[in-house]
């Protein structure tokens, strides 16, 4: 299983962004995907996470800012990004809980990161 996340860049405070990140391989079933971030000489955070029902949480940061959605169709999670501030500048991770068709387990994968800038 392969999780390919695009969309980051360098934005100006109060621009927006979106990033993708698509799964791909033997997936049975999509469970739990989220965004997480890492700035630098921070720990990994959660952003946004959203479960196979649909339920989703966002970090208090970016409540009211960011959107989190699912395309499972696509195999495709996304992250809408507006009002952006310099603070969200980190790197940014996806997250895919997966039912293996390999292995038929239960597994976690994730992505590559993708870099967010946003200047002031």
């Known amino acids: 299983v392969q999780l390919q996340a695009s969309g980051g860049g360098l934005v100006q405070a109060g621009e927006s962004l979106r990033l993708s990140c698509a799964a791909s391989?033997?997936?049975?079933?999509?469970?739990?995907m989220g965004w997480y971030r890492q700035a630098p000489g921070k720990q990994r955070e959660s952003v946004a996470t959203?479960?196979?029902?649909?339920?989703?949480t966002y970090a208090d940061s970016v409540k009211g800012r960011f959107t989190i959605s699912r395309d499972n169709s696509k195999k495709t999670v996304y992250l809408q990004m507006n009002s952006l501030k310099p603070e969200d500048t980190a790197v940014y991770y996806c997250?895919?809980?997966?039912?293996?068709?390999?292995?038929?387990?239960?597994?976690?994968?994730w992505g590559q990161g993708t870099q967010v800038t946003v200047s002031s």
């Open positions: 959203i479960t196979s029902g649909g339920r989703i």
């Open positions: 997250n895919v809980e997966y039912l293996s068709g390999t292995s038929y387990d239960i597994r976690t994968k």
């Open positions: 391989g033997r997936i049975l079933t999509l469970n739990d």
